[in-house]
Nanobody, 115 residues
Framework: QVQLVESGGGLVQAGGSPRLSCAAS????????MGWYRQAPGKERELVAR???????TYSDSVKGRFTISRDNAKNTLYLQMNSLKPDDTAVYYC?????????WGQGTQVTVSS
């Protein structure tokens, strides 16, 4: 079992650079692949970025070049550095931990970008 708790969301002005954090507990963090997803009102949940247990990263086209996913295995924490935020980035951001056998989600943190 993995427990995931996101933090760092809130109201941000367009162009801002907040950092989201996801604190993990209950399992060996380093063995999990991790991801950030987001869900805007009226839309489906979508992938933002992923980082494998080995550190390989992938990004959606909509955030590539603006967002950076990283992990600190010593702190059991996943991060999402968001730069140059746009109003279209407004969504609930979810942390995800997965292996081939398991899939866990955090409760989400709201990010609202004002223009």
């Amino acid at each position: 079992q993995v427990q995931l708790v996101e933090s760092g969301g809130g109201l941000v002005q367009a162009g801002g650079s907040p950092r989201l954090s996801c604190a993990a507990s209950g399992s060996t963090f380093s063995r999990n692949n991790m991801g950030w997803y987001r869900q805007a009102p009226g839309k489906e949940r979508e992938l933002v970025a992923r980082i494998t247990s080995g550190g390989l990263t992938t990004y959606s086209d909509s955030v590539k070049g603006r967002f950076t996913i990283s992990r600190d295995n010593a702190k059991n924490t996943l991060y999402l550095q968001m730069n140059s935020l746009k109003p279209d980035d407004t969504a609930v951001y979810y942390c995800n931990a997965y292996t081939i056998w398991t899939n866990y989600w955090g409760q989400g943190t709201q990010v609202t970008v004002s223009s």
